[in-house]
T-cell receptor, first 114, second 113 residues
């Protein structure tokens, strides 16, 4: 069964460093999303992406965040200058159709900023 | 500020019983409602979505929506130990509004043999 994959599974970085989280959505899906979940907290929407541009973004998704689909398979989230409070689990998701359709989540990348 | 409230639990039920999970939301413009299951350390998995008032059944799961009371619930019949997880409620304002979902903190369900 097709699934969303994410790499790395864990990432440890120093505050102020740039990190890139990678996702491979399900191959025929057209809509892509990033969420984060701080330990013990709610899942929070970051951004949705369709047709090579951002569809919607939350207040969390400020100028330090960016997303890119550099090729036909990868979808990346870049955090330019990490802060301690960026430590969280980051989930990528994809859906075949619009946001009203089922979103399939990847296993997540656990990011720890020291 | 949109709020989605859930009792954090844990809700403990015996195997075979009905588990009832509740969620209230603050934004009257909410149009779409979702229930996700999240096992510890894992990603959310969509169980049900509901758009219209009333009940929607899928196997052992029933979602119930009451927009007037701003309340959505999930019933799990014949609960199994494998149902033990955190159940997340999420809402958004689409169609016709923003599809950005707001999640609740989740209710922890424990089904004991």
């Amino acid at each position: 069964e097709p699934e969303v994959t994410q790499t790395p599974s864990h990432q440890v970085t120093q505050m102020g460093q740039e990190v890139i989280l990678r996702c491979v959505p399900i191959s025929n899906h057209l809509y892509f999303y990033w969420y984060r979940q701080i330990l013990g907290q709610k899942v929070e929407f970051l951004v949705s992406f369709y047709n090579n541009e951002i569809s919607e973004k939350s207040e969390i998704f400020d100028d330090q965040f960016s997303v890119e689909r550099p090729d036909g398979s990868n979808f990346t989230l870049k955090i330019r200058s990490t802060k301690l409070e960026d430590s969280a689990m980051y989930f990528c998701a994809s859906s075949l159709g619009g946001v009203e359709e089922t979103q399939y989540f990847g296993p997540g990348t656990r990011l720890l900023v020291l | 500020q949109k709020e989605v409230e859930q009792n954090s639990g844990p809700l403990s039920v015996p195997e075979g019983a009905i588990a009832s999970l509740n969620c209230t939301y603050s934004d009257r413009g909410s149009q779409s409602f979702f229930w996700y299951r999240q096992y510890s350390g894992k990603s959310p998995e969509l169980i049900m979505f509901i758009y219209s008032n009333g009940d929607k059944e899928d196997g052992r799961f029933t979602a119930q929506l009451n927009k007037a009371s701003q309340y959505v619930s999930l019933l799990i019949r014949d609960s199994q130990p494998s149902d033990s997880a955190t159940y997340l409620c999420a809402v958004n304002n689409g169609p016709g509004g923003s599809y950005i979902p707001t999640f609740g903190r989740g209710t922890s369900l424990i089904v004991h043999p």
